[in-house]
T-cell receptor, first 112, second 113 residues
Framework: AQSVSQHNHHVILSEAASLELGCNYSYGGTVNLFWYVQYPGQHLQLLLKYFSGDPLVKGIKGFEAEFIKSKFSFNLRKPSVQWSDTAEYFC??????????FGSGTRLLVRP | EPEVTQTPSHQVTQMGQEVILRCVPI?????FYWYRQILGQKVEFLVS????????KSEIFDDQFSVERPDGSNFTLKIRSTKLEDSAMYFC???????????FGQGTRLTVV
């Protein structure tokens, strides 16, 4: 069965620190991968997506992610976080019926 | 920018009552979804809808749940007889076509008391 694992459930960083959130997926078909962000009290917003091509994808707000097929990973990175990045981050894979399978999420707290 | 809209934003209902959650997907999108997120847990798929019928549903989506697209714009989720464990945030999403990004609504926070 398809699944998505996010290893870090809670991450606390100081402003300007670098961020890397892990995501591993288990899916046998062609992978379409996403990172969504949910700011407190708000809906899910797309940060970035990977469908094909360059495995290093750049998203909004300075985020990027790297698809490593051999490791079944799609880790999210940002070189320097800001207080406004405090949110919950979800990795997801789209399956063959176009539904999203989400990871359990990572709550990021950035301290000013 | 087009967006998915959901109403109401909050709904409190008594156990056993019926609730209808409403969504207006982006107008030219073809695939529609309901997801839910119980507080502190991950986002879970409930049901997908394409070409005026359910294309897939999860184990959560039992006989108490139903979906409709009554008028070509609204997409509703009905829970016939709510249970305490139905308390969650319910998200509607739509996609234009296969293998494209999903756009999510703001969600409806359902509280069953």
């Amino acid at each position: 069965a398809q699944s998505v694992s996010q290893h870090n459930h809670h991450v606390i960083l100081s402003e300007a620190a670098s961020l890397e959130l892990g995501c591993n997926y288990s899916y046998g078909g062609t992978v379409n991968l996403f990172w969504y962000v949910q700011y407190p009290g708000q809906h899910l917003q797309l940060l970035l997506k990977y469908f094909s091509g360059d495995p290093l994808v750049k998203g909004i707000k300075g985020f990027e992610a790297e698809f490593i097929k051999s490791k079944f990973s799609f880790n999210l990175r940002k070189p320097s976080v800001q207080w406004s990045d405090t949110a919950e981050y979800f990795c997801a894979v789209m399956d063959s019926s176009y539904k999203l399978i989400f990871g359990s999420g990572t709550r990021l707290l950035v301290r000013p | 920018e087009p967006e998915v809209t959901q109403t109401p934003s909050h709904q409190v209902t008594q156990m056993g009552q019926e609730v209808i959650l409403r969504c207006v997907p982006i107008s030219n999108h073809l695939y529609f979804y309901w997801y839910r997120q119980i507080l502190g847990q991950k986002v879970e798929f409930l049901v997908s809808f394409y070409n005026n019928e359910i294309s897939e549903k999860s184990e959560i989506f039992d006989d108490q749940f139903s979906v409709e697209r009554p008028d070509g714009s609204n997409f509703t989720l009905k829970i016939r007889s709510t249970k305490l464990e139905d308390s969650a945030m319910y998200f509607c999403a739509s996609i234009l076509e296969g293998n494209t990004e999903a756009f999510f609504g703001q969600g409806t926070r359902l509280t069953v008391v």
